[in-house]
């Protein structure tokens, strides 16, 4: 079935330079058959946007600010999104702002059975990113110079602001390969990203410097990876261990 998005851009704190790139990346979630953008559209500050939008068949809401340090572009947004909501056209949304003010919409919409993806600066707070079922850092989106002709290798350009693995992130990876792996330690890693991502919604192997989840686990040393033949024979499937269990006695749950 196709998924019907509805995009809704604050654009009061979401820069323009990112828009081409967030567009290609919200068409691997869905269809966005709504596209809008919030703003005060007087203010010279949002000049920048004017040809983007023509360009990606975005359309400008206009939202005076009619109280000083009141933000009416996130009123307009949360209304708007309600409406949408109750209107049966879409299947989901992608909220694109770096502002908490939107937590309580995301929440509020997954409880209605939307799938909700957030797309922000890495500056947002938490409160939003773990509102939504995905959130992505518009950071990442930015294509480095040169990408690798293997997906299993390292990227040979890795943008200089890409997070370094800690020992927290090595045991959110092994707590979750553990969760979803057989008696032998083995875990599919559709099964490992899948939990992942709704164990911490902003997740990415991309936010490392990797395209994907296999060269970021296959980076690291503690992790063994197994490609393996499906019954038929036709595809690779991919399987992930930890590798100080690999002779070690284990008990499952």
């Not at 996130?74 to 949408?84: P, Q």
């Not at 409880?111 to 995905?134: H, L, R, S, W």
Request: proline content about 5%.
């Amino acid at each position: 079935m196709d998924v019907n998005l509805a995009v809704l851009i604050d654009g009061d704190n979401i820069p323009s330079a990112y828009v081409k790139e967030m567009m290609e990346e919200i068409a691997k979630y869905g269809n966005p058959t709504i596209k809008r953008i919030y703003g005060d559209w007087t203010n010279p500050r949002l000049g920048k946007w004017k040809n983007i939008l023509l360009e990606n068949a975005i359309t400008p809401i206009q939202q005076y600010g009619y109280t000083q340090g009141k933000n009416a572009t996130d009123s307009a947004m949360i209304i708007d999104a309600m409406d949408i909501l109750y209107s049966g056209k879409v299947n989901g949304f992608c909220i694109v702002s770096s502002d908490s003010d939107f937590t309580r919409l995301a929440t509020r919409l997954r409880e209605a059975g939307m799938q909700v993806y957030g797309i922000g600066e890495k500056k947002t707070p938490n409160p939003f990113i773990v509102a939504c079922d995905k959130f992505i850092y518009l950071e990442i989106l930015k294509k480095p110079d040169s990408a690798t002709s293997n997906d299993s290798k390292e990227p040979t350009a890795i943008k200089s602001d890409v997070d370094k693995i800690t020992p927290k992130d090595l045991r959110f990876m092994a707590t979750t390969i553990d969760d979803v792996s057989d008696d032998d330690g083995w875990a599919f890693l559709g099964d490992v990203g899948s939990l992942m991502q709704k164990k911490q919604p902003n997740f990415d192997s991309r936010n490392y410097g990797f395209p994907k989840l296999t060269p970021l686990l296959s980076s690291i040393p503690h992790f063994e990876i197994e490609r393996r033949e499906d019954s038929k024979g036709r595809k690779k499937l991919v399987y992930v261990k930890i590798k100080e269990r690999t002779n070690a006695g284990r008990s499952k749950k």
